[in-house]
């Protein structure tokens, strides 16, 4: 299994600043993801983040808005551009991994709670 | 895209069994998860399903038939601690190996 922390934690920043998220993975993997989870909804998949390729967006997502670095394969990291309070969300690293038993699973960062005034 | 469904919210009682359906519409069906959330965290995983049939694993099980496009999660003797959001995720070929979540059905165990 993957070991995910993420920074910050949590933040509250200024409506059109920007704030980046970084992602460490104690292991290294191949894939690596970005989710978000507005107030009271579930997860929806922002980007893959690939080492030394762009990001792969998800519609709807621009890299623009969310551009995202990939260094190498135990760090990524998302920022989040020219903020404004619909971007108040939890953000979430996730990392797939292969278990023991052969299944590959996705295990999740503990998540970067941002709020937007 | 993919659509899938599931309960918003759910209420049962200590000690009893629940049974948390899901129903998704996909092309390139490549394994469906189920994650359990309590609130403030991360989700957790919980099963995977990638051939029809049940998979049980302590006092979780799901069941999966590709044809029908349904899931089901079943808690046996639940525990106050199984109060959480359960949700349900299908991955597709599409997608490379990200995955796609219902909206979560939010369990409510009482004494």
């Known amino acids: 299994s993957a070991v995910i922390s993420q920074k910050p934690s949590r933040d509250i920043c200024q409506r059109g600043t920007s704030l980046t998220i970084q992602c460490q993975v104690d292991?290294?993997?191949?894939?690596m993801f970005w989710y978000r989870q507005q107030p009271g909804q579930s997860l929806t998949l922002i980007a893959t983040?690939?080492?030394?390729?762009?990001?792969?967006?998800e519609s709807g997502f621009v890299i623009d808005k969310f551009p995202i670095s990939r260094p190498n394969l135990t760090f990524s990291t998302l920022t989040v551009s020219n903020m404004s309070p619909e971007d108040s969300s939890i953000y979430l690293c996730?990392?797939?991994?292969?278990?023991?038993?052969?299944?590959?699973?996705?295990?999740f960062g503990p998540g970067t709670r941002l709020t937007v005034l | 895209g993919q659509n899938i469904d599931q309960p918003t919210e759910m209420t049962a009682t200590e000690g009893a069994i629940v049974q948390i359906n899901c129903t998704y519409q996909t092309s390139g069906f490549n394994g469906l998860f189920w994650y359990q959330q309590h609130a403030g965290e991360a989700p957790t995983f919980l099963s995977y399903?990638?051939?029809?049939g049940l998979e049980e694993k302590g006092r979780f099980s799901s069941f999966l038939s590709r044809s029908k496009g349904y899931s089901y999660l079943l808690l046996k003797e639940l525990q106050m601690k199984d109060s959480a959001s359960y949700l349900c995720a299908v991955r597709v070929m599409d997608s490379g190996y990200a995955l796609n979540f219902g909206k979560g059905t939010s369990l409510l165990v009482t004494p």
């Open positions: 996730s990392v797939e991994s292969r278990r023991d038993e052969g299944v590959d699973e996705q295990f």
């Open positions: 399903n990638v051939l029809d």
């Open positions: 983040a690939n080492q030394g390729s762009e990001a792969t967006y």
């Open positions: 292991s290294q993997v191949t894939m």
